[in-house]
């Protein structure tokens, strides 16, 4: 078993000698993923979560305006059309300002935050 071991570490090489790609793919070294592989991962993952909430939030805003316009005077569906609509803003809201405090941070520090990087340097 340590034969084994042994021989997968002497085949992964050095981490360093892979470059990080700006397109977010998954990085391998002769087919076999490497850990700089988890940077092109969670970039993906954000992209797409970030993608998913914007959808939502945008049908949650057609819903609420669905519900608003044919409350016709109901003053309980009228309470949850504003409900949605409120949410939904507060969620769009959300997602603006936790970028923005990102970006606010990166400025002021030095540090881009917004980028995942398991490696520095190379």
């Given amino acids: 078993m340590n034969f084994h071991i042994k021989n997968a570490i002497a085949q992964a ?3 360093n000698q892979v470059k990080p790609r700006p397109d977010g793919a998954i990085q391998t070294q002769d087919g076999v993923a490497t850990l ?3 940077e092109g ?4 993952v954000i992209q797409v979560v970030l993608g998913l909430a914007g959808v939502v939030l945008f049908i949650m805003l057609i819903m609420g ?3 608003f316009i044919t409350a016709g005077g109901d ?3 009228l309470e949850s059309a504003k409900k ?3 949410y939904a803003i507060m969620g769009i809201v959300l997602i603006a300002l936790s970028f923005l ?3 606010f941070v990166s400025t002021f520090t030095g540090v881009d935050v917004t980028q995942f990087q ?3 340097g190379n």
Avoid: E
Avoid at 41 to 44: D, I, L
């Fill in 65 to 67: 305006g669905f519900k």
């Fill in 13 to 15: 090489g050095d981490v």
């Fill in 118 to 120: 398991i490696f520095q």
């Fill in 101 to 103: 405090i990102l970006r």
């Fill in 84 to 86: 949605t609509l409120t």
């Fill in 41 to 44: 991962v969670f970039a993906n």
């Fill in 36 to 38: 700089r592989g988890l």
């Fill in 75 to 77: 003053p309980k569906a």
